[in-house]
């Protein structure tokens, strides 16, 4: 995949074009095509489908990463050790990772421009129908790309047409524009889009009518302050009516167990995922694969060595907000779903008639699920990792981890050493080659699976509506709803989690701590904290400060579970506390917004911090109307 950077959009032309040929294999059935012409595609409704599916995964690869870099790292869910730049808010504007995320972005939306340019002109047998759908989908993709860039860049360009921008060799003339035209041009496109794409079941794994709602829900919600920095009751009042539009509308349900939202056999074609990226598997394309696991596991964990996640894991502080006491063995007991008595017990060359005993397996259904779904913990069983080898027990041990066993008596990897005593759970960690033919029907290539990656979820918009229906202050602290309405989705997301219903009133604090369970390691906390920081950036940065943001020696919770004792002999743990003594600064130093990257500010000034943002000129979007936003 040729990467885009926002001011290298001259000589893309035919280029761009052909990657749309090379679409994801693993979505939906399509003709398969090895040599092409431009002239060739767009002639019947099978090539304009086939177009679009690319859209679902080749120009997303590079901002698999940033997903969690930024949403998860910056927001305190992943400590990836203790030198990581985003987990210690470090970074500056010459990071790779960081320019990696916003060329990606950008690369979506070439992708996206250039397919409506060709599908609006296609003729031949295209039906009118798939014309709708085909140019609907890429415009809500193209939303979901600008919606990331502008909550984490803040002021951005806007590229109505790419074709314009190469023919008049603008692109190292672009300029930024005021969040709140963003969002304007987000909310319009959205709304268009809407009147192309097909109210169906979204069972396909494809955007529909009310993916495009639901998004527009959550865009609307966070754009409420982008004007004046203060909350606008209308804005609410419209994320609030588009989220309950689809809740009640659109036929979707919440999947009955959490864990399968998160399972390719069952998550990839869900009705709870409303815009979800599909990957397949590939060792000649590697852009159609999802290949973040390796960052989450360690060495052995998937069976071929690729993995350098172990010396990170989610943070104390998202622990926490599940009860779990890191230095307790029996909190993590207490929380688990599925757990192993004494998972020490279990020795390498297990033999389970042998052994069975020592590998029974405890359940309890009174607990919030995504506990262990989001992290796995000491004695946390899994049956979908190792499957083959009868199911995974976290024992947190080097040599006698239920990975070890199979590796041999003198495997020495290390395994699950996390210095928060976690590891990532389900939510991105597919297991070993057999467990991704059990799930996909061929196995894992390499650090490569298809693991799906959901961008916006139905349980999501349901927090949106709870969100909306808190009336606007200045002081997120002092928000709450005791709207019945809000309470019956709220409480819907928490019965499915297995967690207690509350009643009453929800407080602001208790929804963004609920949104935190429900969506962690999805990519989404951070832009929670951008969101009130707009309205109340003294709240919001008092709470990324006071974070904790530390870790443990991993030998001395190894001594505290009683692992290996005659070489970890600890009995005790001590806090190596780390906490933010500052929040990040963007583009006209304002505060919780990502730098621009270095490369681009220097191929484009225009795009410097000491730029003010333009206003923009809608004149050539031929579906905007300003009463969609710029007047409420």
């Known amino acids: 995949m040729k990467k885009i950077n926002i001011h290298k959009l001259a000589g893309l032309g035919l280029l761009v074009a052909a990657m749309f040929f090379q679409s994801c294999e693993d979505f939906l059935d399509r003709p ?29 690869n590079d901002y698999l990463r940033g997903i969690y870099n930024i949403g998860d790292k910056l927001s305190g869910n992943w400590m990836a050790g203790d030198k990581d730049v985003f987990y210690t808010m470090s970074f500056n504007a010459s990071q790779a990772d960081l320019a990696d995320a916003s060329n990606a972005l950008w690369l979506v939306i070439s992708h996206c421009n250039t397919a409506m340019e060709y599908i609006s002109k296609a003729e031949g047998s295209v039906s009118q129908t798939v014309k709708n759908q085909c140019l609907g989908e890429a415009m809500v993709i193209k939303s979901m790309a600008y919606f990331y860039l502008v909550r984490s860049w803040g002021s951005v360009p806007i590229i109505h047409s790419t074709k314009d921008v190469v023919e008049t060799g ?20 959205l709304l268009r889009a809407m009147e192309l794409l097909p109210k169906t079941s979204g069972t396909e794994g494809r955007v529909d009518y009310y993916s495009a709602e639901g998004l527009l829900a959550k865009v609307y919600l966070q754009a409420a302050a982008s004007k004046d920095g203060s909350l606008n009751a209308a804005i609410l009042e419209k994320a609030k009516e588009h989220a309950q539009n689809v809740i009640e509308q659109s036929g979707r349900v919440l999947m009955e167990n959490y864990e399968d939202i998160f399972r390719m056999s069952t998550g990839k074609k869900c009705q709870e995922g409303l815009i979800t990226l599909q990957w397949a598997v590939s060792a000649s394309r590697w852009t159609i694969n999802n290949w973040c696991q390796p960052d989450f596991v360690a060495s052995i964990f998937g069976g071929t060595g690729n993995g350098w996640g172990e010396w990170g894991g989610p943070s104390l502080e998202l622990q926490q907000l599940f009860d779990v006491d890191v230095t307790n063995p029996a909190s993590i007991k207490a929380t688990a779903y599925a757990y192993v008595d004494d998972p020490n017990a279990i020795k390498d060359n297990y033999d389970k008639e042998k052994d069975a005993a020592a590998f029974s397996v405890s359940k309890q259904g009174n607990v919030d699920v995504r506990r262990q779904v989001t992290m796995s913990m000491y004695g946390d069983y899994y049956w979908n990792w190792w499957r083959d080898k009868e199911g995974f027990v976290n024992n947190c041990d080097n040599d006698y981890n239920t990975c070890n066993r199979f590796a041999g008596p003198d495997a020495t990897t290390s395994v699950f050493s996390s210095p928060t005593g976690a590891q990532a759970g389900m939510k991105t960690v597919y297991g070993n080659s057999a467990d991704h033919i059990a799930e996909n029907g061929v196995p894992s290539s390499g650090m490569c699976g298809a693991m799906p990656t959901h961008l916006l979820r139905l349980s999501d918009v349901y927090l949106v509506y709870v969100e909306a229906c808190m009336p606007a202050a200045s002081d997120a602290a002092s928000r709450s709803t005791s709207d019945a309405t809000a309470l019956q989705y709220y409480n819907a997301v928490r019965k499915r989690a297995h967690a207690t ?48 943001r530390g870790y443990y020696s991993a030998d001395e919770l190894k001594g505290v579970y ?22 990040i600064k963007g583009a006209n130093n304002k505060e919780l917004r990502l ?3 270095q490369s681009d500010v220097v191929a484009n000034p225009n795009l410097g911090s000491d730029y003010q943002p333009d206003t923009y000129d ?8 300003a009463d969609n936003f710029a007047n409420l």
């Open 501 to 548: 219903e509350i009643e009453g009133t929800v407080t602001f604090d208790e929804l963004m701590n609920e949104r935190r369970r429900e969506l962690a390691y999805e990519g989404d906390t951070w832009f929670d904290f951008v969101r009130q920081g707009d309205y109340d950036l003294s709240g919001a940065k008092a709470k990324l400060l006071a974070q904790e």
């Open 595 to 597: 730098p621009f990257p």
């Open 170 to 189: 603008s692109s190292f003339e672009l300029r930024r524009y005021r969040e709140q035209d963003v969002y304007d041009y987000i909310i319009n496109t």
């Open 618 to 625: 809608f004149g050539s979007v031929d579906y905007y109307k």
């Open 562 to 583: 009683g692992i290996d004792e005659k070489k970890y002999t600890a009995t005790s743990t001590t806090l190596r506390s780390f906490k933010l003594t500052q929040v």
């Open 32 to 60: 398969t095509e090895d040599s092409f012409t431009v002239g060739d595609y767009f002639k019947n409704d099978d090539q304009c489908i086939a177009a679009v599916n690319t859209l679902y995964a080749s120009p997303w």
